[in-house]
């Protein structure tokens, strides 16, 4: 039997365009890794009629028709993106049974390039934590130590590329989702400029950071799999024509943050850095600091503009639109209040509450009025500095994966995991995470950060950088 | 910070069982948000909108949809949602 997972998504596309396997024997081989790796729990459900989709792809190979150029491409989904007549539960009680009405615009564009959409992966609840932990089905664990995170929101789809259960999985990113995640389990993941992919068919979290994109093992990969789903859509009016093209140079010139040296946590991922600031010395570019003053504000910023549309998003699960109402519901207001208690897990409570506390009276101004204009300035002082350089370096995230259970009761220090990742979701840029080192044989991701739509230059930039780096260890 | 929780609780129309937990938990998430103090008077002439400029709206026209509106009500009579009584006296 071949093994598919040494193949790239192109080879495979190209073996079923060629006839030298079929895209059935490609399901199959990942659809049995799903059940070799169960105890993972990167998998909710492997959809039924998935095998009928790849069989349509072969009998159209078959008679020589023109077929895309993700011809039998598994796919795994996030279970908070639509895929029509297929069930989408955002890992919740509450959506348990929804049924997806229509499919996301990113699944038909992987469909109308004869991509195999199926299973769907675990998740936060709603997309909410960095762990996998806030999850109905249970964590999901990290592929390299089980007793250890996948990562959130997006740890099932890490995890299930990790593991060879697909070579592509769809992630959304609202302030790290994607990049936390494929960073913890040595995988490619990127949240492109937003915009860059609509939004339309994905359970919005936070409307103005959300993105969906994919997790793949390689760079070329994800950037194949981004250009596939990008582009602007009529369904979501954010949505922009990113070309995703740039002019090559010679040498490209590296940032690296003066304020964010303090947010790595110990001496040894110091040590993996600056061995990567090495490398692009090493490879001639210059690597210059770039001061962004107000990035320290990020946290406190992100975690009052998200929660406030959190808390605004989520008002529409009230048990009569969506869910069945609580049988313990006496009117009006406790069938709302009581349905939407047994709906949803702690994290998103907690989310709503402080969503609903910024916004409040007294608070409007000093919090979530605030965070708007620090936002924008984060936003020109990134703009500011790539005037200086082609992108910018951090680790993607402070430390390794850390062990499951470790940081559940104490939200704050989870929320301070994402100290990389959401000064990108909040200034709008794009960055892709990139597997570089490893620390006790667990992996560790360097973070590439670029302006508006250059997405191209950072692939680029990953790519040179992966072909000459030697970790330490 | 003054959390008043029953009113919060409202606004969100949910209920928290451990309130003493959550509200501790709560505390020091929101002390984060004291940093904010540091930042001195910021220029009103900031912008507060969106980060990415907005594309064109499509048509606001009437399509045809293969979308059933039934899909996931949990009952359903002659086209409509039945829903629970829940007019009060």
């Known amino acids: 039997m071949i093994d598919f997972s040494t193949l790239t998504v192109m080879q495979i596309a190209d073996g079923v365009k060629s006839k030298k396997w079929t895209a059935v024997e490609v399901l199959n081989y990942f659809t049995d890794n799903c059940q070799k790796y169960e105890d993972y729990n990167a998998i909710i459900e492997i959809y039924d009629d998935a095998i009928e989709r790849a069989k349509e792809i072969d009998k159209k190979v078959e008679k020589g028709e023109k077929v895309g150029i993700l011809a039998g491409v598994p796919v795994i989904n996030k279970d908070n993106i639509l895929f029509k007549n297929h069930k989408m539960s955002c890992a919740s009680n509450f959506m348990k049974d929804f049924i997806a009405p229509y499919s996301a615009t990113v699944i038909e564009k992987l469909e109308n390039e004869d991509a195999v959409i199926f299973a769907r992966a675990n998740m936060d609840q709603f997309a909410m934590g960095s762990s996998n932990e806030n999850s109905i089905y249970g964590p999901c664990k990290n592929a390299c130590d089980p007793e250890r995170v996948a990562g959130g929101s997006s740890g099932g789809s890490a995890v299930s590329v990790a593991l060879n259960l697909a070579p592509i999985a769809l992630g959304t990113d609202t302030g790290g989702s994607i990049r936390q995640p494929a960073s913890f389990n040595g995988v490619v993941g990127v949240k492109p400029t937003y915009g860059t992919v609509s939004r339309y068919g994905a359970v919005a979290f936070a409307s103005s950071t959300d993105q969906i994109s994919p997790i793949t093992k390689t760079i070329e990969e994800n950037e194949f799999v981004l250009k596939v789903i990008k582009g602007s859509d009529c369904h979501d009016q954010t949505t922009i024509d990113n070309k995703m093209d740039f002019v090559k140079k010679d040498k490209y010139t590296i940032g690296v943050i003066k304020q964010l040296q303090d947010g790595i946590n110990d001496s040894d991922s110091k040590k993996n850095f600056d061995n990567a600031i090495a490398t692009f010395k090493n490879m001639g570019y210059e690597v210059i600091e770039v001061d962004i003053p107000h990035i320290e504000y990020s946290i406190p910023c992100y975690y009052i503009l998200t929660p406030a549309e959190a808390s605004s998003n989520l008002a529409k699960f009230d048990g009569l639109k969506y869910s069945t109402p609580s049988k313990e519901a006496t009117d009006l207001d406790s069938l709302y209040v009581r349905s939407r208690s047994e709906g949803f897990g702690d994290e998103v409570k907690r989310r709503i509450i402080l969503g609903n506390f910024v916004l409040s009276a007294g608070y409007f101004d000093a919090y979530y009025g605030k965070s708007k204009k620090v936002q924008s300035l984060i936003k020109l002082e990134f703009a500011n500095a790539f005037k200086k350089c082609d992108a910018i370096i951090t680790p993607t995230t402070p430390d390794t994966a850390f062990k499951i259970g470790e940081k559940i009761n104490d939200p704050l220090s989870m929320y301070l995991e994402d100290i990389f990742t959401v000064p990108v979701s909040i200034a709008g840029i794009p960055a892709i995470s990139v597997p570089y080192d490893t620390k006790n044989n667990l992996p560790l991701g360097l973070q590439f950060l670029g302006a508006d739509m250059t997405e191209s230059k950072l692939y680029e930039i990953a790519k040179l950088f992966t072909k000459s780096h030697k970790g330490v260890n | ?89």
């Open chain 2, 1 to 89: 910070m003054k959390v008043d929780m029953t009113y919060l609780e409202k606004l969100s129309k949910l209920e928290v069982d451990d309130k003493e937990k959550f509200l501790k938990e709560f505390a020091n998430i929101a002390s984060c948000f004291e940093k904010f103090e540091e930042i001195e008077k910021l220029d009103d002439g900031l912008p507060t909108s969106k980060t990415v400029k907005i594309s064109e709206l499509r048509e606001d026209i009437v399509i045809k949809s293969d979308i059933d509106p039934l899909l996931n009500a949990p009952k359903k009579d002659k086209g409509c949602y039945v829903a629970p009584l829940v007019v009060e006296q």
